[in-house]
T-cell receptor, first 113, second 113 residues
C-alpha cells in the first residue's frame, strides 16, 4: 500500500525567496494535514483539510504561508517570502476522516539561509 | 498547552521490555491516549491508542491506569530499530482543537546493544 508521498525531500533557499511543497495523500483519505517540525521539537499542526475545505488553519502564519487542496486530493504548501526561522521539516499526513489515525510522509527538510 | 508529561529520554537494553510512561492528569472522559513514534529522519508512525481498557497490537501494549491519569507504552522485546522519539498524545473526538494530534517533545528512547 502506497504511503503519503512528499516532494522534494530537501530544499535550500535564501531568505525572502519563495518555496512550495507538494503532498499526495493515501488514496481515499479525506483528511490532509500539514505540520511544521523545528529541530528538537515535536510537529506542530499548520493546517488541516477535509476534502478540499479547510478545517483548521489557526496556527498557519497567513501573512507568508498558504496551502491549497483544490481537488480534494493533492496539496501544496507555499511560503512566500521565507524567513530564517522557517527552517524546519514540513510533514504531510492523511487520514480516512477527521477522527481516524493519521499516516505521515517522510517530510521535506527546508533550510533557509 | 501540554496535556501530557513524558521523560525527556530513556535507555533500554536490546531484547528487554521498554516501558515508556506518560502522565495526563487532566484527561477528560471522552479523550483517548495515542502513541506515535518518530525514527530519525522519518515522519511519525502510529503505534496504538486507547480510551480506558488496556490495548495490545503487533507493535506494543498500552496500559492505562484506572483513574486514566497516566499510561505506559510497553515494547515487549526492544530492538535497535525501536530507537526513536515516542510521543504520548491526548486526543478528543469533539470538534475543533480537541480533535487534533498535538505533539509535545516526546521521549527519546535509545535501545542499547
Amino acid at each position: 500500500e502506497a504511503g503519503v508521498a512528499q516532494s522534494p525531500r530537501y530544499k535550500i533557499i535564501e531568505k525572502r525567496q519563495s518555496v512550495a511543497f507538494w503532498c499526495n495523500p493515501i488514496s481515499g483519505h479525506a483528511t490532509l494535514y500539514w505540520y511544521q517540525q523545528i529541530l528538537g521539537q515535536g510537529p506542530k499542526l499548520l493546517i488541516q483539510f477535509q476534502n478540499n475545505g479547510v478545517v483548521d488553519d489557526s496556527q498557519l502564519p497567513k501573512d507568508r504561508f498558504s496551502a491549497e487542496r483544490l481537488k480534494g486530493v493533492d496539496s501544496t504548501l507555499k511560503i512566500q517570502p521565507a524567513k530564517l526561522e522557517d527552517s524546519a521539516v514540513y510533514l504531510c499526513a492523511s487520514s480516512l476522516d477527521l477522527w481516524a489515525k493519521a499516516f505521515f510522509g517522510q517530510g521535506t527538510r527546508l533550510t533557509v539561509v | 498547552d501540554a496535556k501530557t508529561t513524558q521523560p525527556t529520554s530513556m535507555d533500554c537494553a536490546e531484547g528487554r521490555a521498554a516501558n515508556l510512561p506518560c502522565n495526563h492528569s487532566t484527561i477528560s472522559g471522552n479523550e483517548y491516549v495515542y502513541w506515535y513514534r518518530q525514527i530519525h529522519s522519518q515522519g511519525p508512525q502510529y503505534i496504538i491508542h486507547g480510551l480506558k481498557n488496556n490495548e495490545t497490537n503487533e507493535m506494543a501494549s498500552l496500559i492505562i491506569t484506572e483513574d486514566r491519569k497516566s499510561s505506559t507504552l510497553i515494547l515487549p522485546h526492544a530492538t535497535l530499530r525501536d530507537t526513536a522519539v515516542y510521543y504520548c498524545i491526548v486526543r478528543g473526538f469533539s470538534s475543533g482543537s480537541a480533535r487534533q494530534l498535538t505533539f509535545g517533545s516526546g521521549t527519546q528512547l535509545t535501545v542499547l546493544p
